[in-house]
């Protein structure tokens, strides 16, 4: 999640829609006071610079001992901007902050910025957050169960970080000013450019965690599973006009 004072606007990360790419990106071209929660490890490796307020933040909510053991090892504290602005913002703010978490944080800047969100096929993107939440663990769930579980109710419980169309949405009604499709990136962060008058260069959309072996979308559906996918995400597939990929 970025609000830029600098260039007015916010952008809303939806998890799994090539959202570390576009922070990464937006990160370089960072004003003193800009808020970005989340994806500095991919901003920083795309030459971005702790600002200001990451600074304060580190000083304020980082230990002297800490601060300094990072700034001997690596010559520079920039590393330290995530970890800070989250402790900063605790209970306030987080990655994902939806619509109505940002508009309660600050309704003025909400109501003057431009703002904006990506999506993603959900049949594609059920897949790849299946695959990114069980990365690291040594037994998994099939994914039909992954989707269960999400239907039960037990996805804060397991910690999956599946929504999407209730980040950017205020009683189902979108309340962005635009919504960008992963499927054309580049086109449409051209036009995010275009709008908060920045330059758009492709040399630095990094695609941060794109997997390099793209998965046979197909082959993780199971009986039953497009119609849990349908049913969870069923507003975003109608609006959008998602459909199963061929």
């Given at each position: 999640?970025?609000?830029?004072?600098?260039?007015?606007?916010?952008?809303?990360?939806?998890p799994?829609?090539?959202?570390?790419?576009?922070?990464?990106?937006?990160?370089?071209?960072?004003?003193?006071?800009?808020?970005?929660?989340?994806?500095?490890?991919?901003?920083?490796?795309?030459?971005?610079?702790?600002?200001?307020?990451?600074?304060?933040?580190?000083?304020?909510?980082?230990?002297?001992?800490?601060?300094?053991?990072?700034?001997?090892?690596?010559?520079?504290v920039?590393?330290?901007?995530?970890?800070?602005?989250?402790?900063?913002?605790?209970?306030?703010?987080?990655?994902?902050?939806?619509?109505?978490?940002?508009?309660?944080?600050?309704?003025?800047?909400?109501?003057?910025?431009?703002?904006?969100?990506?999506?993603r096929?959900?049949?594609?993107?059920?897949?790849?957050?299946y695959?990114?939440?069980?990365?690291?663990?040594?037994t998994?769930?099939?994914?039909?169960?992954?989707?269960?579980?999400?239907?039960?109710?037990?996805?804060?419980?397991?910690?999956?970080?599946?929504?999407?169309?209730?980040?950017?949405?205020?009683?189902?009604?979108?309340?962005?000013?635009?919504?960008?499709?992963?499927?054309?990136?580049?086109?449409?962060?051209?036009?995010?450019?275009?709008?908060?008058?920045?330059?758009?260069?492709?040399?630095?959309?990094?695609?941060?965690?794109?997997?390099p072996?793209?998965?046979?979308?197909?082959?993780?559906?199971?009986?039953?599973?497009?119609?849990?996918?349908?049913?969870?995400?069923?507003?975003e597939?109608?609006?959008?006009?998602?459909?199963?990929?061929?």
């Amino acid at each position: 999640m970025i609000i830029s004072h600098r260039h007015k606007f916010i952008f809303i990360h939806v998890p799994k829609t090539a959202g570390s790419t576009v922070s990464a990106y937006l990160a370089r071209e960072f004003g003193p006071w800009d808020l970005q929660l989340g994806s500095w490890k991919d901003a920083l490796a795309n030459g971005a610079k702790a600002n200001r307020l990451a600074l304060i933040a580190m000083f304020c909510h980082l230990s002297p001992l800490k601060i300094a053991q990072t700034f001997i090892r690596n010559h520079s504290v920039d590393s330290l901007a995530g970890v800070a602005l989250s402790r900063r913002f605790a209970g306030k703010l987080a990655d994902h902050s939806s619509a109505c978490e940002i508009e309660a944080f600050d309704p003025t800047t909400w109501k003057q910025y431009f703002k904006f969100c990506f999506v993603r096929n959900p049949f594609e993107r059920a897949v790849s957050l299946y695959n990114w939440h069980y990365r690291k663990a040594d037994t998994r769930p099939s994914f039909s169960q992954m989707l269960c579980l999400i239907e039960a109710g037990a996805a804060e419980k397991e910690r999956i970080n599946w929504k999407s169309w209730q980040l950017y949405t205020k009683n189902d009604e979108v309340v962005v000013d635009f919504v960008g499709r992963q499927e054309r990136l580049s086109e449409d962060l051209r036009t995010v450019c275009d709008q908060i008058g920045l330059p758009f260069d492709e040399r630095f959309l990094t695609r941060a965690k794109a997997n390099p072996r793209r998965p046979d979308i197909r082959s993780y559906y199971k009986p039953g599973d497009r119609e849990r996918v349908e049913r969870l995400f069923g507003a975003e597939i109608e609006h959008f006009k998602y459909r199963f990929p061929d």
